[in-house]
């Protein structure tokens, strides 16, 4: 048996989540392990980097498998990407023994985008958060960004994905927005690298985010529900479909896009772009 890690890009508009469940739920787990078991006729197990919810979207998901296989990395790459629906697809594969795309992770980074065109746009849909009209202050996103940065209890944002756990607390490495105009209306990104997440926290952070660029709450109040630890308090999810896991990091370089460094150093920004 070899240990076999990939890079993996998908829209997750037609999938309950990443992580397999009982059938006949679609998930990308699932659709997954059924191509790479017909191309090896082996039967098939993915371990993933994190578990994406349902409608959230993936460039830099990292997965790993073991299977028997003799020929070139390439081939086999070439042969899953066969067998996979249109909507998931395999960007690198290579062989690393003992790799685990999970317990190996250094951080992870999200990107989430709000549109906010003059009219609603169909071609946004599963995209974008689209907030039709809307104008935000970018600055004041800015600052609520940087609240998010250092090692603190996200539990206002979030609930552990490990059943029993209650650790909530989680570093930001890297918490900024960027803008950008065009004929069809503003696109405001949010990019956030961390540890690890909590269920939901990208999105009620941006929720929560949003009302401040909105001007529907202050920077003061959204201080107050970081630090409040209280749930209730972030009313605001954001809609799956604008979150896309970018990247997910390790110690040492796998595959040909992934940026080595340790977890506390920041991204350039030309690596953010």
Partial sequence: MKRFAAKIAYDGTGYFGFQRQPEPTATVQRALERAIARVTRQQISVLAAGRTDTGVHALGQTIA?????NHAESDLLRAINAELPMDIAV????????????FDALWRQYVYRIATPTARNPLLNGR???????????????EAAALCLGKRD????????????GNTTREVFASRW???????????????????????????????MAQVGLGKI????????????????AK??????????????????????????RPCELATEAELE
């Fill in 218 to 233: 202050d920077l003061k109040e959204f201080e107050e529900i970081l630090l409040s630890r209280d749930i209730q308090r």
């Fill in 91 to 102: 960007q690198e594969l290579w062989q690393q023994d003992g790799f685990h795309p999970r």
């Fill in 128 to 142: 974008a958060w689209q907030l039709v009209g809307g104008r935000m202050d970018l600055g004041a996103l800015q």
């Fill in 65 to 69: 498998f073991d299977a028997n296989w």
């Fill in 178 to 208: 960027d803008l950008e105009e065009n004929e069809q209306g503003c696109f405001y990104r949010y990019r956030v690298r961390a540890t690890a997440f909590l269920y939901h926290m990208v999105r009620r952070m941006v929720g929560t």
């Fill in 154 to 165: 996200f539990a206002a944002f979030g609930t552990a994905p490990q059943e029993g756990s």
């Fill in 236 to 261: 605001v999810l954001a809609p799956a479909m604008g979150l896309i896991l970018e990247e997910v990091g390790y110690p040492s370089p796998v595959g040909q896009a992934t940026i080595a460094r």
